[in-house]
């Protein structure tokens, strides 16, 4: 069942319960009315007839007729006299004796009663009005109420179906262009945006953003895949040019940088998959080891490596592999990117980690390894913050271990 017929039986079915509803308040609303009415029709013959309660030559209790008294009984309308003794007078379209006896003595459900004391004490009046028209206004309208039920929920569906297409048709053409996009794989197109304000008008901004946001993801991969390609070229060639002319020992160590940089590829994807598991590591004591290793590259490029680490140790959340391969990608940053003579400094304060070189290369870098470091700072909770002037400085806050 699709969202138009939905939407249109969800109107229909809530037409159908209002109007069940209103229908049912209506008759009872209806029906108070017109008893209200009948009895302040009652009352007030009452009033009239009060003062025409005489008595006869035998000084019985009797009804003075006139005509102020007659012109205000309409058919179906009685007015009894009743004593202690029963029924002594009535007046007005008089139905058979038994049933007259019985509403004096209050036994006929059929009547609508209004009653007062006289001053004579025993001796009441009553006025009492057939209820025969109320209940045949009330049968015509249970005989009305399934139509007009019928025409309000047939009105209600038809309305529906036609409001929903009209609202719809914007989300119609939205789903079309979207499966043309995904087929001609047209990541650059975005749906047209429709021209009322509206749920439709907000799904598709959203959709559009999502397709902003997959342009960008693809551009990333891209770039990704360039700078992957031309970091694994170098090592390669360099490896492929050693083992033409018998170096073997250049081409291991060749070899080994290329596996270095397949494993920190590696890592990457699984950064960006976020299955990383972290653990309490030093942060102190990884910088302090991979410079180390490193030192004899900066010295043999003239190069001043300066370490400036706390003396208690700094433990941050993080895994361990990812945390080594941040550290070591910012040292070869620094080392390829410094002009000679000049100075890298790693500090170490707290939860940061900061590498910063100058005087800067002029071109300091943005490719492979800041994207990893960037990275896998984020799939373990931290951040990167890049600075680039006369020197360069890469700054990266990692999530302190709890406890620490």
């Not at 007839?49 to 179906?76: K, N, W």
């Not at 939205?174 to 439709?200: C, G, I, N």
């Amino acid at each position: 069942m699709n969202l138009r017929t939905r939407f249109a039986l969800s109107a229909a079915l809530a037409v159908a319960l209002g109007i069940s509803l209103g229908s049912l308040a209506l008759k009872e609303a209806l029906k108070a009315h017109l008893i209200r009415q009948l009895q302040q029709e009652l009352e007030a013959l009452l009033q009239v007839a009060t003062p025409r309660v005489v008595q006869d030559e035998e000084g019985l209790p009797r009804f003075s007729l006139d005509r102020d008294l007659l012109s205000p009984l309409l058919p179906g309308t009685l007015l009894l006299l009743v004593g202690p003794s029963g029924l002594l007078d009535a007046v007005g379209l008089l139905p058979p004796l038994p049933e007259v006896e019985a509403l004096a003595r209050g036994e006929e459900k059929g009547y609508l009663v209004r009653e007062v004391p006289l001053e004579t004490p025993g001796l009441r009046l009553l006025a009492a009005r057939d209820l025969k028209e109320v209940a045949q206004v009330m049968a015509l309208v249970d005989r009305l109420l399934p139509w007009a039920f019928l025409l309000g929920v047939g009105t209600a569906l038809a309305s529906a179906i036609v409001l929903a297409g009209r609202a719809l048709t914007p989300l119609t053409k939205a789903t079309q262009t979207a499966h043309l996009l995904a087929a001609e794989r047209a990541w650059k197109r975005r749906l047209p945006h429709p021209a009322s304000q509206d749920e439709v008008a907000q799904m598709v901004a959203a959709f559009n953003r999502v397709l902003d946001a997959l342009d960008e993801a693809l551009e990333v991969e891209r770039r990704f895949a360039q700078e992957a390609a031309h970091a694994l070229r170098t090592p390669l060639t360099s490896m492929l040019g050693h083992l033409e002319r018998g170096h073997l020992e250049e081409a291991r160590s060749q070899a080994e940088r290329l596996r270095e940089l397949v494993d920190r590829v590696l890592l990457l994807a699984r950064a960006e998959a976020d299955a990383l598991e972290r653990k309490g590591v030093e942060l102190d004591t990884v910088a302090f080891t991979e410079a180390e290793i490193l030192r004899p590259a900066f010295q043999k490029r003239g190069l001043t490596l300066e370490l400036d680490l706390p003396e208690e140790p700094c433990r941050v959340l993080a895994h361990p592999a990812a945390l080594q391969a941040i550290v070591v990608t910012l040292l070869e940053n620094a080392l390829q990117h410094t002009a000679r003579g000049g100075k890298v400094t790693v500090r170490v304060h707290g939860n940061q980690l900061t590498v910063e070189n100058a005087p800067s290369h002029p071109n300091p870098g943005t490719g492979l390894g800041l994207r990893l470091v960037q990275t896998l700072a984020r799939a373990q909770g931290g951040s990167v913050h890049l600075e680039a002037g006369a020197g360069f400085r890469a700054k990266v806050c990692l999530p302190p271990y709890p406890g620490a």
